[in-house]
C-alpha cells in the first residue's frame, strides 16, 4: 500500500492554516530573516517550499516559545546553521507543533466524552465526495 504523496510547495494561506500564524507576519518575517525567501508564481503569489514551513516553526518556537528577540532568534538560527543543526533543529520545531496540535485536539475529544464541551455539528459533505 502506498502512503499519501508528501506536500513540498504551499501557498501562504497553508503556512499560514499550518503555523497558526498571520500573512501580515509571514511577510513582516521574510523582511527580517533573510533565508524566508518563498518563490512566487505565475500569478506573483507567494510559494513556499517544506524547509522553508520547516524554518517559519522554528522562528515561531524563538519568538513565542523561548522569547527571543529578532535579533536574537537570526543569532540563534545562525549558530545552528554554523554547527550543522538548522535542519534538524527546524524539523524538531515543526513536529514539536504538530505534538501539541494532537494534544489540542485530544483535550478537546476529552472534553466532549466527560460532558465539558459541546459536542461539534457534523461539517456538511461536497458534492461527489
Given at each position: 500500500?502506498?502512503?499519501?504523496?508528501?506536500?513540498?510547495?504551499?501557498s501562504?494561506?497553508?503556512?499560514?492554516?499550518?503555523?497558526?500564524?498571520?500573512?501580515?507576519?509571514l511577510?513582516?518575517?521574510?523582511?527580517?530573516?533573510?533565508?524566508?525567501?518563498?518563490?512566487?508564481?505565475?500569478?506573483?503569489?507567494?510559494?513556499?517550499?517544506r524547509?522553508?514551513?520547516e524554518?517559519?516553526?522554528?522562528v515561531?518556537?524563538?519568538?513565542?516559545?523561548?522569547?527571543?528577540?529578532?535579533?536574537?532568534?537570526?543569532?540563534?538560527?545562525?549558530?545552528?546553521?554554523?554547527?550543522?543543526s538548522?535542519?534538524?533543529?527546524?524539523?524538531?520545531?515543526?513536529?514539536?507543533?504538530?505534538?501539541?496540535?494532537?494534544?489540542?485536539?485530544?483535550?478537546?475529544?476529552?472534553r466532549?466524552?466527560?460532558?465539558?464541551?459541546?459536542?461539534?455539528?457534523?461539517?456538511s459533505?461536497?458534492?461527489g465526495?
Amino acid at each position: 500500500m502506498k502512503g499519501e504523496p508528501v506536500q513540498e510547495f504551499f501557498s501562504i494561506g497553508e503556512v499560514c492554516e499550518l503555523t497558526d500564524l498571520r500573512p501580515h507576519v509571514l511577510r513582516y518575517w521574510e523582511s527580517q530573516f533573510r533565508f524566508l525567501s518563498p518563490a512566487k508564481n505565475r500569478s506573483g503569489n507567494r510559494v513556499y517550499q517544506r524547509r522553508e514551513v520547516e524554518l517559519i516553526q522554528l522562528v515561531k518556537q524563538l519568538l513565542y516559545g523561548e522569547k527571543y528577540t529578532i535579533d536574537g532568534a537570526r543569532q540563534k538560527i545562525d549558530e545552528y546553521r554554523r554547527n550543522g543543526s538548522l535542519k534538524v533543529v527546524a524539523r524538531e520545531a515543526l513536529g514539536v507543533e504538530v505534538f501539541a496540535e494532537l494534544e489540542r485536539e485530544l483535550d478537546h475529544v476529552s472534553r466532549v466524552l466527560d460532558g465539558s464541551a459541546p459536542v461539534p455539528a457534523p461539517e456538511s459533505e461536497s458534492p461527489g465526495a
